[in-house]
């Protein structure tokens, strides 16, 4: 579903994500994790089609992000790790102004939204401008904004910031039931916990560099991620 071939982005001379390939397929929950600066953020960017990359390939459901990005970003949402959203805007207006971009129907927004309030517990609120609303409930909203169309690929920065123990838990529900349904998900995270539990694979990134992939078995082999993550920052350093 979500296919990197040979992906490199610089700025200036530092190449900030240096040739890497990654193939995600469906029904996938994908972990992406790295210190700051790892080049995580640069590489969910340039697979939304954000941002211009210098060589490489990206593939969504088979097509190129580079020859056709509109209709690839009409099979995928994103998640920031910081919703920009219209602050002038009602929470149930950007909720629809989202659902007329995409397309989605009368009947089908309408379950949608009220399906996904009520689970983030956010119904209440919608009727309020995003300007009132905490970082918190803004993540939700982003969240909910994501789930409208029904994406075959979701690709999220960080998505726990923010969000209390609930939501979090709530979220992590969806995500599963999303990916048993034959969608994927490629998200990164600070939260080694949530990775090693929730992943079906994993890749750690440094330096702009892969340094470990694979199932998360194979990945963690008899200790845990979090040891694992940290042996291998000290072997590259």
């Known amino acids: 579903m979500l296919k990197i071939e040979n992906l490199t982005k610089k700025y200036g001379n530092k190449r900030v994500v240096d040739d890497i390939s990654l193939h995600i397929r ?5 972990g992406f994790i790295g ?3 790892a080049g995580k953020t640069t590489t969910i960017k340039s697979c939304c089609g954000i941002l211009q990359f210098d060589s490489g390939e990206i593939y969504i459901d088979g097509i190129s992000i580079k020859e056709k990005p509109l209709e690839c970003k009409a099979r995928l949402a994103y998640i920031p790790d910081n919703p920009e959203l219209y602050d002038y805007m009602t929470g149930i207006g950007f909720l629809n102004f989202v659902a007329d971009v995409f397309g989605v129907g009368a009947a089908e927004r309408q379950e949608r939204i009220h399906r996904y309030a009520d689970i983030f517990e956010l119904t209440g609120d919608l009727a309020q401008p995003i300007a009132s609303y905490s970082h918190g409930m803004k993540q939700k909203l982003a969240i909910i904004s994501a789930l409208i169309h029904n994406p075959k690929l979701i690709i999220m920065d960080e998505p726990f910031v923010g969000l209390d123990p609930k939501a979090a838990y709530l979220l992590k529900g969806i995500m599963r039931e999303i990916c048993d349904n034959g969608g994927t998900i490629f998200f990164s995270t600070h939260v080694l916990e949530v990775a090693e539990k929730l992943c079906d694979k994993v890749a750690i990134i440094k330096s702009g560099r892969l340094i470990k992939t694979g199932t998360m078995d194979e990945v963690r082999g008899d200790t845990s991620l979090e040891q694992v ?9």
């Open 35 to 37: 210190h700051n600066g």
């Open 229 to 237: 993550f940290l042996e291998l920052e000290a072997d590259n350093d």
């Open 26 to 30: 469906p029904g996938e929950i994908y």
